[in-house]
């Protein structure tokens, strides 16, 4: 990127009317008093960037934080109408090099930026001059940098936090985080600039009109709709050769191999030694599903982000079909924050399905997403998926039970989806009730229904090392109308009797028992003097999820008694909760996002307990599909999702405890983010464009069909 100035702002001088000012250059010495070099040496070795602007080479020594510290002349710059700092620069390594930019104001202010600057030719990084984020564009994961602005190197970076007084910056510092070896790179002018045309040239024409990612090829990606088209008629041919006549296998896919008690329904049965789901045949069964499979999750915002979009489908017949608002902002979920999630949508998948199947695409989606499954050796529909293809009974499904309705609520410190449901509010028993009465009333008599869970990665916890504690801190928090709060109190009250011996216990001042009833309360943290915290944190913690589970568990019993109560897909969990789940539900179920699921349940605790567990989540991701985000566990390349899903799925059939696996999700997200949350991840067996990712599938197909026999 050529900067253009009207005039030269030199170190130490007020800005003129410019589009950019020179701050330094560090490929020469002509103002060395300016330059401090912690730990950081410069070499004899010069190079060029693509213009033949020189630039020097600097080795940054290893340690803690070596670093480049450039000051003005004398007092401070001063830099109100620039937009960007950018520097010249190039990655002297073989290898992708972090480097820490830090901008210094007045009184401690700052901005801040670290970069992955990848091995390659020379590029101008460029920071804004203020906070920005890939939420503020509506998605989690940034644009992968640098990209290439009209045959230069601009490498932006789209994450920046702080800010600073423009008037007065008092340094610029270029460090790395401790490097165990010697980093060099070639470092040239450093400049600012004015606007933001880099940054909003980041996000500019990022995706086609079919959905992908424009600044990248990978195999499967299409270029017409008639390779779209040939695509899909190629794979409904390898589809045909792969549903073979199923062997060994009882309707409902469970092992002939393997009988068990016959009941008619899913149940669960311990056969020597090991757990099992059973098929209402009467047959061991492994559940191998896949969540999310539905046409209508992958939808994106486009209104106040048209730039980002090339060729973008006009709001008119046949395309207005898959036009839609919506308005997914929410203030109490921590999952929406920094997200300006509202407005016009489209849905690139759906579109795609269209083109290839016309008026009758989503009859079409059904028939071939229900053969791919059953070809990829997949024997269960998870969670979030489409009701008709549930009704098809060629596969067992689950269902997501949300309990709704106006109900106290409890803050753990975590919220990621929202507070904690506060089931001592009289409120919450009665939504639980009608909750789960609406939703089983269609599904109660269906033999094909594995099970439901309720609700979704509750906020059982907090974070930090303090965040087992979270819920109880969190209650008591509250304020002295939250019947949750009313309930601790009460029982510290049968349990100590006198409040100044309960003070007394937990080393705190406590004047009386309505000193609890405070707003914001200082809930004391845990400590080795006071072990009686601890122990009563840990009481409320499990009469909570008693309260909870055992609720919900009776409105399930009562309302369907036939089928399986699958718990609540644990994210984050407590020792309490999950030993109060295993008491009251019929499975156990946990969303692991490990490399291997023994990484991410206490399975030692587990077989204590003596209770099935569900992994209902978990997923591999890469860099290299278009989406910019490569999911909660991420791995080197295509190739690389094989070869981790293999892993975890066979480390997850080994154990005698764990009787299923599913994989979250079917489809990609969309690469500028899906409406609820901006997630914009590599992580489905098919793309956008509803082409599966072939050696991804078959890496799969081999693994699952393997678990059948």
């Not at 046949?318 to 203030?331: E, I, K, L, M, V």
Request: aromatic content about 10%; proline content about 6%.
């Amino acid at each position: 990127m050529k900067s253009i100035a009207a005039c030269t702002m030199l170190l130490g001088l007020l800005p003129c009317v410019s589009t950019a000012a020179e701050v330094a250059d560090l490929a020469t010495s002509a103002r060395p008093g300016n330059i401090q070099l912690q730990h950081v040496q410069r070499l004899g070795q010069m190079g060029h960037d693509a213009h033949g602007t020189p630039l020097q080479r600097y080795a940054f020594q290893p340690g803690s934080q070596p670093q480049i510290v450039i000051t003005p002349a004398t007092g401070s710059w001063n830099w109100n109408g620039q937009g960007a700092l950018q520097i010249a620069l190039q990655n002297a390594m073989p290898w992708a090099v972090t480097l820490d930019v830090t901008i210094d104001g007045a009184a401690g202010q700052r901005l801040h930026a670290q970069v992955g600057l990848p091995a390659g030719p020379a590029q101008t990084l460029v920071i804004p001059l203020h906070a920005t984020s890939p939420r503020a564009f509506g998605m989690q994961v940034g644009p992968p940098m640098p990209f290439d602005d009209h045959g230069h190197a601009v490498f932006v970076a789209t994450l920046v936090e702080g800010a600073i007084d423009l008037a007065q910056v008092h340094g610029i510092r270029l460090g790395m985080p401790t490097p165990q070896a010697a980093q060099q790179l070639l470092l040239g002018r450093l400049e600012t600039s004015v606007g933001d045309r880099a940054l909003q040239d980041a996000y500019r024409g990022i995706v086609d009109q079919w959905g992908q990612y424009t600044r990248s090829d990978w195999p499967e990606k299409i270029d017409s709709d008639a390779a779209l088209r040939k695509a899909h008629a190629q794979e409904q041919r390898r589809l045909k050769t792969q549903l073979i006549e199923r062997h060994g296998l009882d309707a409902y896919g469970g092992r002939d191999d393997t009988p068990l008690t016959r009941t008619g329904w899913f149940h669960t049965q311990k056969a020597n030694g090991r757990w099992w789901l059973v098929t209402p045949d009467g047959h061991a069964f492994f559940s191998l599903g896949l969540n999310t499979i539905t046409p209508d999750d992958t939808r994106t915002y486009v209104q106040g982000r048209e730039s980002m979009f090339v060729d973008l489908p006009p709001d008119q017949s046949p395309w207005s079909a898959f036009y839609g608002a919506s308005d997914t902002r929410d203030p109490e979920r921590a999952a929406s924050a920094g997200l300006p999630n509202h407005g016009r949508w489209f849905d690139f998948y759906e579109g795609n399905l269209y083109r290839v199947d016309g008026a009758g695409w989503l009859a079409a989606w059904r028939k071939r997403t229900l053969d791919r499954l059953q070809a990829w050796g997949f024997n269960t529909i998870g969670n979030w998926s489409d009701k008709v293809l549930t009704e098809q009974h060629r596969l067992a499904y689950t269902l997501s039970i949300a309990i709704r309705g106006q109900f106290g609520n409890v803050s753990s410190g975590y919220d990621y989806w929202g507070r904690m449901p506060d089931p001592f509010d009289p409120r919450f028993a009665e939504a639980a009730d009608r909750s789960i009465a609406q939703d089983t009333a269609a599904s109660r008599d269906d033999p094909w229904l594995l099970g439901y869970y309720a609700d979704n990665e509750l906020a059982w916890a907090g974070q930090g090392p303090q965040g087992h504690w979270g819920l109880a801190m969190g209650t008591l928090h509250g304020d002295a109308h939250s019947a949750a709060k009313q309930a601790f109190i009460a029982m510290l009250k049968q349990k100590y009797g006198a409040a100044s011996t309960l003070a007394f216990a937990w080393g705190i001042t406590l004047a009386d028992w309505s000193a609890l009833d405070a707003v914001n309360f200082p809930a004391p943290e845990p400590n080795a003097a006071h072990p009686a915290i601890a122990e009563d944190y840990s009481a409320w913690l499990r009469r909570y999820a008693d309260q909870y589970f055992s609720l919900v568990a009776a409105a399930m019993r009562h309302h369907d008694p036939h089928h399986l109560f699958l718990g609540g897909r644990f994210a984050v969990n407590t020792p309490e909760a999950v030993a109060s789940c295993a008491k009251y539900c019929d499975v156990i179920s946990f969303n692991v996002y490990r490399d291997l699921p023994q990484h991410g349940v206490d399975l030692d605790a587990i077989h204590k307990l003596d209770k099935p567990v569900l992994i209902t989540e978990f997923h591999f991701g890469s860099g290299d599909r278009g989406p910019f985000g490569k999911g909660v566990v991420s791995v080197g390349s295509e190739e690389q999702r094989g070869v981790a899903y293999a892993h975890y799925v066979q480390a997850a059939a080994s154990d005698p405890a764990i009787v299923g696996t599913h994989w979250f999700e079917y489809v990609d997200e969309p690469v500028t983010g899906r409406l609820l949350d901006g997630e914009n991840s590599h992580t489905g067996m098919v793309g956008v464009t509803d082409i599966p990712f072939e050696s991804f599938v078959e890496a799969v197909r081999k693994v699952n069909l393997g678990l059948h026999h």
